[in-house]
């Protein structure tokens, strides 16, 4: 223990920068810890589009995003992310992931969605340019093409079962 006080005492400058560094980190680790929104590597972001078929927010400016994006991608950006935006608004409850090109724009917007009242946001770490340095594919399509969302057996059953009483409310001539 002397010997760690006569250290300190010899390298103050040392010393401080080091209690700096270890309060900015641990600020950093608690701050992450508190935030609503989780963040992805490439291979779970992977995982989360070809499980869950997740609404996809590209949030870079429209020049990147005509150099590519991922696919069925929506652009959007950081300005059309409000609480009024109909083609945000139906996905509440889904899962989202937003990123953009180097994964810091993304953060804002993901905190922004989590404000917003979305449930399940992620964002992918590193965005687009880790995203690419991964060899995943990219497209320059500009319209988004999402498949039709998963239905469960119950609900499908109770839509046919609505149709057919239906059809039997209906005269027959």
């Known amino acids: ?12 400058l040392l010393s401080g920068l080091f209690a700096v560094v270890l309060a900015a980190w641990l600020t950093w680790e608690v701050a992450r810890l508190g935030r609503k929104w989780k963040e992805l590597d490439v291979m779970a972001a992977v995982m989360l589009i070809n499980r869950e078929d997740p609404l996809i927010l590209d949030v870079s400016n429209s020049t990147d995003f005509a150099k590519g994006h991922l696919a069925g991608a929506l652009h959007m950006p950081p300005s059309r992310i409000e609480a009024g935006n109909t083609n945000l608004v139906k996905h509440k409850e ?3 992931l937003v990123y953009c090109q180097s994964g810091q724009v993304s953060q804002q ?8 009242g979305f449930t399940q946001v992620h964002m ?11 060899n995943q594919p990219v497209t320059k399509d500009k319209s988004p093409t ?3 969302p998963k239905r ?7 839509e046919a079962e609505q149709s057919t009483d239906v059809e039997q409310a209906q005269p027959k001539d």
């Open 109 to 116: 917007m993901a905190t922004r969605l989590v404000k917003l």
């Open 146 to 148: 999402r498949k039709k």
């Open 124 to 134: 992918l770490s590193g965005g687009l340019a880790q995203w690419k340095s991964e």
């Open 94 to 96: 889904g899962a989202v």
């Open 1 to 12: 223990m002397d010997q760690l006080s006569e250290f300190i005492g010899n390298n103050l």
């Open 152 to 158: 469960d057996k119950a609900a499908a059953a109770s």
